[in-house]
């Protein structure tokens, strides 16, 4: 049986085994104070056994709801209004999952169908061991003998890569890495074998290099197992790379499916055209603008200096923890200077000691004239903080709920008694424009914005105050695609128009390469690498960066659009005028 790109729906002539998951006109809705809302209409697509379906599309699309209302775990306020779910068990053969009584989900969930959640620090109890965590659904389906229950807790943990799991099995989430608690949250949905696995963004979160070990992971799963799993992702390098087949949304319906290598080549909805232009991942890298003679004079002067940066920090009992041991480098005025490397590698402590957070164990750090690392008093410290601003990862906790935007925005005015309350109204607009946000946003809270507006406003908070510098801690990396495309330029146009220098903290490198001009490569707290983005991107020299630009998803994909964009292939000696043969 085949199926028609656009709605999923059979066609005649063909026969073949019932697909795992079939759902077909899938409609949800929700019950809000201000009517009902229609999260998803007419949605038609298969999972086959052994293979992986990607439902891939920007927030608000509709992907969750899908996938919770396979699970039949959708909010209390929501509804499946119309259509149909159909699950093929091994056991019990065509199951239709719409109206499914919770005694018989209870059932289902674990053994038949599992989910492996986004947020594995959300997701875990944080009171009970890892063993316990795992072994929950064994529980849950009957098992009772301890003894039995432990052996395949260990046995799970070591499918899934955790080092030592006997010990690993007593410990507790917050003393695991967010990769680690990952694979729990794997070990946990694989532990009764279920046919189906929802896999709803189980790596948005965490580095390119523990991303590509646990798909690597649900790769072998699926493929020893037969499992057929339901990929949820923004990504669609990731999915690119790993999924069979591809389903495209966005409001709520399908724009186009099919299979992924097809999709992918030769899109046919606009939307999917945009995705794929606005995905770092997927993206040519664009050259940087050269600078004019003014700019190029200006650059030679080091904004920023850091030399010799070592930061440590105590732990009662223990030796002191080195989270950045002897980092040097430089950001030349109206550039952008990368930080890069995996959780843990010092990113951070880096960034918030620039930005006068920290006091360094060691080393000196200068931006413009000022002596970070000699900072004492309030007012030093005041004067320094107007100059240079940071931009945390997280808007929804960065921007104060209780706050209009307008306040939010004013604030720092307040704070530094810059301007009179009508100069500042006026700045508040200005700066509102100035990161293309409407006028009339600044009479709402943060929870009336969506992510990227809000990111917006914590951009717009840090430059209202004119600083020289600004660093931006994973910005943009819990943002869709297109969110993230939009603020990228966004950064782009305000360093050009207003010559500001950045620092921007990272583990996504295809972000990287196409906003820095200069890149430090941090692993364990040490600096491996550092050079311009072209150098450190083309020709890495340590195997670590190596290692890292390898883990960017969609390489299969890449590789193809470059093949295709490559101009004619050079005449042979024999079409060539005589003069360029011998040259």
Request: with cysteine.
């Amino acid at each position: 049986m085949s199926t028609d790109t656009t709605t999923g729906a059979a066609t005649p002539g063909a026969t073949t085994t019932a697909p795992l998951l079939s759902i077909r006109d899938l409609a949800v809705q929700y019950r809000t104070r201000t009517g009902v809302v229609e999260a998803v209409r007419g949605v038609s697509f298969d999972v086959e056994a052994g293979a992986v379906t990607a439902l891939v599309g920007e927030s608000g699309s509709g992907k969750t709801t899908v996938a919770q209302s396979v699970i039949g775990l959708l909010a209390a306020n929501g509804h499946v209004s119309a259509g149909s779910i159909a699950l093929n068990e091994r056991t019990d053969g065509l199951t239709e999952l719409v109206g499914l009584s919770e005694r018989r989900w209870r059932r289902l969930r674990g053994r038949c169908i599992a989910l492996i959640p986004q947020d594995p620090g959300n997701s875990l109890n944080p009171v009970a061991t890892i063993g316990w965590s795992v072994g929950e659904s064994l529980r849950i389906h009957g098992w009772t003998d301890r003894a039995a229950i432990h052996a395949r807790v260990i046995d799970l943990l070591g499918r899934v890569g955790i080092d030592d799991p006997e010990a690993r099995s007593r410990q507790y989430p917050h003393e695991l890495s967010g990769g680690m608690r990952q694979r729990v949250l794997i070990a946990a949905a694989i532990a009764l074998e279920p046919e189906l696995i929802i896999a709803d963004e189980p790596t948005s979160a965490l580095d390119v290099t523990v991303a590509r070990t646990v798909l690597d992971l649900l790769d072998d799963l699926r493929a020893e197992s037969g499992t057929g799993i339901l990929f949820i992702t923004h990504d669609l390098a990731v999915a690119a790379d790993r999924s069979d087949r591809i389903v495209v949304m966005r409001g709520g319906q399908v724009q186009e499916q099919g299979e992924t290598a097809r999709v992918l080549a030769t899109p046919t909805s606009e939307y999917t055209r945009t995705l794929l232009a606005d995905a770092p991942s997927l993206a040519r890298v664009v050259e940087r603008r050269a600078p004019d003679a003014s700019a190029a004079a200006a650059a030679e002067r080091s904004l920023v200096e850091v030399t010799a940066l070592t930061q440590e920090f105590r732990r009662p009992g223990r030796p002191p923890l080195r989270a950045v041991d002897d980092v040097s480098f430089t950001v030349a005025r109206g550039t952008t200077h990368a930080l890069v490397g995996e959780s843990g590698s010092g990113k951070t402590t880096t960034g918030r000691s620039i930005a006068g957070f920290n006091r360094p164990t060691s080393g000196t750090i200068r931006v413009g004239d000022t002596d970070v690392t000699a900072l004492t008093g309030a007012r030093e410290r005041r004067a320094f903080h107007r100059r240079t601003q940071l931009v945390y990862q997280n808007p929804y906790a960065s921007l104060d709920p209780r706050q209009r935007i307008a306040d939010i925005l004013a604030e720092p005015l307040r704070n530094f008694s810059l301007d009179t309350r009508a100069e500042r109204a006026d700045r508040v607009a200005h700066h509102l424009e100035l990161v293309s946000l409407a006028p009339e946003l600044a009479s709402r809270h943060p929870r009336e914005l969506s992510g990227g507006q809000r990111q917006r406003v914590a951009i717009a908070r840090a430059l209202i105050v004119e600083p020289e510098l600004v660093v931006l801690d994973e910005a943009v990396s819990a943002l869709d695609v297109t969110v993230q495309a939009q603020i990228l330029r966004l950064l782009a146009r305000l360093q050009e128009e207003l010559g500001l220098t950045y620092v921007f903290i990272s583990h996504d490198l295809a972000v990287v390469r196409q906003i820095s001009d200069t890149v430090s490569v941090l692993q364990r707290g040490r600096q491996v690498e550092h050079g311009t983005a072209e150098d450190v991107f083309t020709h890495p020299q340590h195997p670590y960066t190596r290692q890292l630009l390898a883990a960017i998803p969609g390489r299969s994909l890449r590789a193809g659009a470059e093949h295709a964009a490559e101009p004619t292939p050079d005449p042979t000696p024999d079409e060539l005028p005589s003069e360029e043969v011998h040259a």
